[in-house]
């Protein structure tokens, strides 16, 4: 698969003309399927290749290094349709679906996001009726739905009301969308991974069986869930591929470029921007390996790993991108040069599946809730003193005391933070005998620990905030200096006229 990806991206993949034309070249989802990429983690009994996780890990990163429209398709089918319908789904709808998807003749993705909510799932206003039939009928609207137009199967998380018109909890339903009821909306223009259509979707009364049910009813979080802790590691995967690609592209350029001190490799503060870029990405790397070894040992996975992996892999595998594109100088912003591209395309991973803050937030929350529970996943790592003594700092830290629901969130964040960073340098410390630039990963790891931890100290006691209402009047006064610069010109045209329309 790593073979036939890098000959395919050599040969016959064009990302210049999905990016400008908006779309996938039409042989992409044929080639991809014939390849047995969209079947990947798929058991062979249902026509899958039945990869165990460090593989599926390696196909990721190499798509990501490729081209992240590539990628996200890649991660929408296999890690966040999948997994839902093969862990949830009863026998006959998994031997029916399962080998469709696997050989690729039918695509599927997942329906969360809705207008009001997208990091709130509990939120979800999307309504599913239970029937005395045992069927359910849906009705609502979703948004941003990765290829919502043209999948065949979606599967939708929505709200239940039971046959006594009870309240059940959210439940995952497989939705067919030739379903009479599934209604295809407009497609948004995004700053990014621009082959991959985003729709918005409506439910109108839409039935499904009740084989449709994707686990217990009321178990939504818990499916959903499965899919994104999983969605979580491929998308740090893939930014990492991007990551590795920009690094070798921006390491070429520097190497021949000289510059007023001379060669532009050798100027010592781009060194060592280079030296900290190659260890966000090993440290990155390790953090995606040992989860994926977790995994396929059957081992369970601390949930404070997944957090990790999604926050710091996305932050700093963009970070890593947009030095690289500094790094190219006038070249970086030319967008034939690729960095550009990874540049929007990635950028949109700090936002989906868990944007930074809200997941950041969420991790600290539950660490000052349950602080011990965070700390004991440590006992399984022989953690040296000096490790161990930065860990027990973040502890002290939990026991601040806070005014107010923001400063409880800023706390949160911080320790949140922290906690990411405690995981990435006692994993980078275990492997710090490997090689020279191991240890410098595990230094590097480490020194950024001290450094968040130092900031998060001196900001005691937290400064006060302006308020709210300070920030607004504050703001909506910036209307006096720029004026009101909305641009009210009609848009372009998409629907069919009104006169050619079916009566
Ligand atoms: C290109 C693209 C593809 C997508 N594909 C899919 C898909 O296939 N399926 C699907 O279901 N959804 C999809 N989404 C939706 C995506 O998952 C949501 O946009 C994302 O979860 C963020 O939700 P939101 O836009 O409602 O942001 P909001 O929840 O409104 O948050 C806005 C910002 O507020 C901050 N914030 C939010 N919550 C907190 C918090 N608790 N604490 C602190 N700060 C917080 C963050 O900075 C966040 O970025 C896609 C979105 C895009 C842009």
Redesign the pocket.
Known sequence: MLDFLRRYSREQLDSRRMDERRGFQLSLIPDLANAGLLGLQIPERYQGRELSHSDTVKVMRQAGAIDCNLLILLA?HNT?GVPPIQHFAGEDVRSAVLPELAQGRRLV?????EQS????VRAITSRATKQSDGSYILNGD?Q???LGADANFINVFARLTDENGQDAGITGFLVDTASPGFVRGPEVV?LG?KAVP?NSLSLDNLRVPAESLLGEEGSGPLVAKTAFTRGRLVLATGALGAAMRALELAQRFARRREVATGNLAENGRIQQIIAESVAAVQAVETLIEHIADLLDSGRQVPEPFYFAVKILGCELMWQVVDRCLQLLGARGFVDTNVVGQFYRDYR?FR?????T??IT??LGSTILKHPQQFFSIFDDFDVDPKLAEHVSRIDKLTTTTTTGGQQR?ILASQIGELACWAIMSVLTADGRNRSAMYSHTASWSEQQLVDKLRIAEDSRPFVELPTVEELARHIGEFELTIGNVEQRRPGTQHDLDLLLRRG
Do not use: P
């Open positions: 929408v966040l993705t997942s329906a969360v996001s909510m997208g990091s709130h979703k941003w739905i990765s995004t991974l985003q949109l936002i989906f599946e868990g944007s803050e809200a937030v969420y969130h």
